[in-house]
């Protein structure tokens, strides 16, 4: 059974950096694309960044140079670094295995 849990959510305040965990088990992670997505209060579920297998990354146009992902094939896990967070940044976080597995998501809230 595979299971993805992202985790690292929480309140900060504009301007500071946070770092985000998708923890998955029950999958060659090593083969896997991981995707990052983001939904916030009364819009859709948004694409905010991808590495694939071989490690190319690939961003959405208001994080580039803010946000970076990365992907430890040892420990299973992908990690999304973002910094100079803004209020617009608020959203629970969602991580996607192979475009199939998502797990519950990580709140996090940015105040100004």
């Known amino acids: 059974q595979v299971r993805v849990v992202e985790s690292g959510g929480r309140l900060v305040q504009a301007g500071e950096s946070l770092r985000l965990s998708c923890t998955v088990s029950?999958?060659?992670?090593?083969?896997?694309?991981v995707k990052w997505f983001r939904q916030s209060p009364e819009k859709e579920r948004e694409w905010v960044a991808t590495?694939?297998?071989?490690?190319?990354?690939s961003f959405e146009d208001s994080v580039k140079g803010r946000f970076s992902v990365s992907k430890n094939n040892a420990w299973n896990r992908s990690q999304l670094q973002m910094n100079n967070l803004s209020p617009a940044d608020t959203a629970v976080y969602y991580c996607?295995?192979?475009?199939?597995?998502w797990g519950k998501g990580t709140q996090v809230i940015v105040s100004a």
């Open positions: 996607n295995i192979v475009d199939r597995f």
């Open positions: 029950g999958f060659n992670f090593k083969i896997a694309t």
């Open positions: 590495i694939t297998a071989d490690g190319t990354t």
